[in-house]
């Protein structure tokens, strides 16, 4: 988002009305922050009212430019209130309640904000797309699907199109042995394949789409299927790459093609990619952790010692528990128990020193677990 969105022109223009703050959620300083505004999706979105300090609208995952435009011109209306039953001041309190946690509030707000506003309302298509996010976030599984099932055929082929029938599937894939699920899946499966060929749906939104009908395929046992459509995703995600005008727009894409190379089950095709994108960006500690990944997966962890180490170096924040725990499984790989106990050992204590917002006590209970089995805790 970044690398692309951010950089459009039209939100440039929005700069004399919104202040715009970028938070690096595994940076220490920033706890604060994280305390008051929690983060569990990268990226959100959040406008806040500078008179309250409160978020007014939380938006979870990417958007386009100009659904980011009226996103914020929503923002700045729920910011004014929302006073009175009207569809837009239904849509603005929902977006305080959901900004401030309120997660079943703003879901209520937002059915009747649908309600009010009709099948032809202008900002239908956003509130389906906030509204599945938060069943999604919420756990409400089949309530994601059933409205993605219900909502999507009748919507506009566009980016928030693509988003409800990707967050539906999302939910329906999720559900495991749910016995609603596969009849879900079936119907969502053909709106999918119509959304991941659509013009203008960004990339990110487009490799989420694919590795749901991958997986959706997998779920079905149809193992082919399922390969046919990795490889497209695999094809979609280089071919996106080669045109990035820069490095960061390329690495932006890493965790997809290491997702698809691992969906085909061929880790080594993504490694040149990753040793490339360690070379264009020497100062982010993604391309060696993922690459460390990578070689992990082919029994390569000699070579996954060095990615893992420079990670190492340039991790902070939660984000070096993760990178220490990783080279835990390397040493670990490598016959090395004693140096995996220490590495753990010190994914624990450096946990322990982060502000509480940037702890998680459940990867500390799988660390610890994992320490006993090692000899030690």
Same mark, same amino acid.
């Given at each position: 988002m970044r690398a692309t969105v951010l950089k459009d022109p039209a939100l440039v223009k929005l700069a004399g009305r919104f202040v715009r703050l970028d938070i690096d959620t595994e940076k220490p300083a920033n706890a604060a922050f994280l305390?008051? =505004?929690? @983060? %569990? *999706?990268?990226?959100? =979105?959040? *406008?806040v009212d500078p008179a309250t300090e409160r978020a007014v609208l939380k938006w979870l995952g990417t958007a386009t430019a100009p659904d980011l435009a009226k996103l914020l011109a929503d923002g700045e209306r729920a910011v004014k209130g929302g006073e009175g039953d009207t569809p837009a001041a239904l849509l603005a309190r929902a977006d305080r309640a959901n900004g401030a946690g309120n997660?079943?509030?703003?879901?209520a707000a937002w059915r009747e904000a649908l /309600?009010?506003?009709?099948?032809?309302? %202008?900002?239908?298509?956003? *509130?389906? %797309?906030?509204?599945a996010m938060a069943l999604q976030s919420a756990s409400q599984l089949q309530a994601c699907a059933d409205l993605a099932i219900a909502e999507a055929p009748g919507m506009a082929r566009t980016q928030s199109f693509a988003n409800v029938v990707? @967050?539906?599937?999302?939910? /329906?894939?999720s559900a495991e042995d749910a016995p609603?699920?596969?009849k879900a899946v079936a119907a969502l499966e053909p709106?999918?394949?119509?959304?991941?060929?659509?013009?203008? *749906?960004? /990339? +990110?939104?487009r490799a989420g789409l694919y590795e749901g009908l991958v997986e959706a395929r997998k779920e079905a046992k149809d193992e082919k299927g399922a390969r046919a459509l990795a490889e497209e995703w695999w094809r979609f995600l280089v071919a996106e790459r080669a045109r990035a005008k820069d490095a960061a727009g390329r690495v932006m894409l890493d965790s997809w093609i290491v997702s698809a190379a691992l969906a085909l089950g061929d880790p080594g095709r993504a490694v040149p990619l990753l040793q490339a994108s360690v070379k264009?960006?020497? %100062? +982010?500690?993604?391309?060696?952790?993922?690459?460390?990944a990578l070689y992990l997966e082919l029994h390569r962890a000699d070579e996954a010692l060095p990615a893992s180490a420079q990670a190492l170096r340039l991790a902070y924040g939660p984000r070096k528990v993760r990178v220490l725990a990783q080279r835990a499984t390397i040493l670990e790989e490598l016959g090395r128990v004693a140096e995996a106990r220490r590495a753990v050992e010190d994914a624990i204590r450096y946990s322990a020193t982060l502000p509480k917002a940037q702890q998680s006590s459940r990867l500390v209970e799988r660390l610890q677990a994992r320490l006993e089995k090692l000899g030690g805790g």
């Open positions: 305390e008051k =505004f929690p @983060i %569990e *999706v990268w990226p959100t =979105f959040l *406008v997660v079943e509030e703003a879901v /309600a009010r506003g009709g099948p032809r309302w %202008e900002r239908r298509p956003r *509130v389906l %797309e906030s509204l990707s @967050i539906g599937l999302s939910c /329906a894939t609603w699920a596969p709106l999918a394949l119509e959304a991941v060929k659509l013009e203008g *749906v960004l /990339a +990110d939104d264009a960006a020497p %100062e +982010d500690y993604n391309p060696p952790y993922r690459l460390a």
